[in-house]
């Protein structure tokens, strides 16, 4: 008799990541936050390039507040981090 097994939650565990028991916020939805958050407060930036990176889980029904910073003169910086401050995606557009 086989026993049911996921190696990617096996993996995982073996690095020491804490279980998730609560559903998570799809990335490129979280990407996609980012991005409205630009369009919002800069709707004449015009893009070349968006690059995201999930850093840590965003967990459904906890609170989220967007951030951008100017970083040099073609780039902005964008995350969005939790309420007690874990950033969980960062982003860079590129002007």
């Known amino acids: 008799m086989a026993i049911p097994c ?3 939650f096996l993996f995982v565990r073996s690095l020491g990541v804490p279980e998730i028991t ?3 916020v799809h990335g490129p939805l979280t990407a996609l936050m980012l991005l ?3 369009a919002y407060y800069y709707p004449e930036v015009q893009m070349k390039r968006f690059e995201y990176r999930a850093l840590n ?3 459904v029904n906890r609170e989220l507040t967007s951030y951008g910073s100017k970083s ?3 780039e902005i910086v964008l995350w969005v981090q939790d309420e007690a401050g874990v950033v969980g ?3 860079l ?3």
């Open 6 to 8: 996921d190696l990617r």
């Open 22 to 24: 609560e559903r998570l």
């Open 36 to 38: 409205e958050t630009l």
């Open 57 to 59: 889980p965003v967990v």
């Open 72 to 74: 040099g003169l073609n």
């Open 89 to 91: 995606m960062k982003g």
């Open 93 to 95: 557009v590129s002007l």
